[in-house]
């Protein structure tokens, strides 16, 4: 469904077509980053920043500072469509607000913060009115406003030392944590991971907040104490 830069929304009887809305670029694009932080593997990283790039590109308007749901060079409709509401599923712009907040805290592209952060604020309104209507998107604006813990591991993916350091931040619900995990090679791939490495020789974890991190620790029990709750807008 994703081939020469773009999402496709149908496939049937061996053929792909129609073109992919909003919706389709950002919940793609918001599953592999989820599924990067589930294997760990660059792979699904680096498709799912192709997706995103491709969204903001196809779906963004500077003029109005927002997604809309139909991309830039889709067929000319009466109005551009720009359905924001969360209802059963969520909606194109939250996932896309979310996707690029993870990728901003992986990455540090200050692109995806300003694109993010734009769309949350034109929509602030909304979420003091209606909130009910707009969950995942209140949810991406706790994610900006938390702000996001950055955790990079750093080590052997399938080491000892590095899975329990995985599992630390895995077994628990941290809904502020971006992490990212492997060796300090990956870093071209994986940004959060440069100038990070292992400490004498073990696999280390890196807490940051806008990439400026605490001490290095290398026991689980101490990579949970750095990543305590802050409250709201502290950090």
């Not at 809904?175 to 990956?186: M, Q």
């Not at 440069?194 to 290398?218: E, K």
């Amino acid at each position: 469904m994703w081939g020469d830069g773009r999402m496709y929304r149908v496939h049937k009887d061996g053929e792909t077509r129609v073109g992919g809305f909003l919706e389709d670029y950002a919940g793609v694009a918001d599953g592999l980053l989820a599924l990067y932080q589930t294997t760990y593997d660059v792979v699904w990283l680096q498709t799912a920043r192709n997706i995103a790039d491709a969204m903001v590109g196809q779906f963004w308007d500077e003029e109005s500072g927002a997604f809309f749901d139909t991309a830039a060079d889709a067929e000319s409709l009466v109005a551009r469509p720009r359905d924001f509401w969360d209802n059963a599923t969520p909606s194109g712009t939250s996932l896309a607000a979310h996707a690029l907040l993870t990728l901003w805290g992986v990455t540090g592209e200050p692109e995806y913060e300003r694109v993010a952060r734009t769309t949350l604020a034109s929509l602030a309104t909304g979420m003091r009115q209606h909130p009910v209507g707009l969950g995942n998107l209140l949810s991406a604006l706790a994610l900006y406003l938390a702000p996001p813990q950055e955790v990079a591991i750093v080590g052997e993916r399938d080491a000892a030392a590095t899975r329990a350091l995985i599992d630390a931040v895995q077994l628990r619900y941290l809904p502020d944590a971006i992490v990212a995990a492997g060796k300090p090679e990956d870093a071209d791939a994986v940004p959060l991971l440069a100038d990070r490495g292992p400490v004498d020789g073990r696999s280390a974890a890196y807490v940051c907040r806008n990439f400026v991190c605490d001490l290095p620790v290398t026991e689980p029990e101490e990579l949970l104490k750095q990543l305590s709750p802050l409250p709201l807008g502290e950090g």
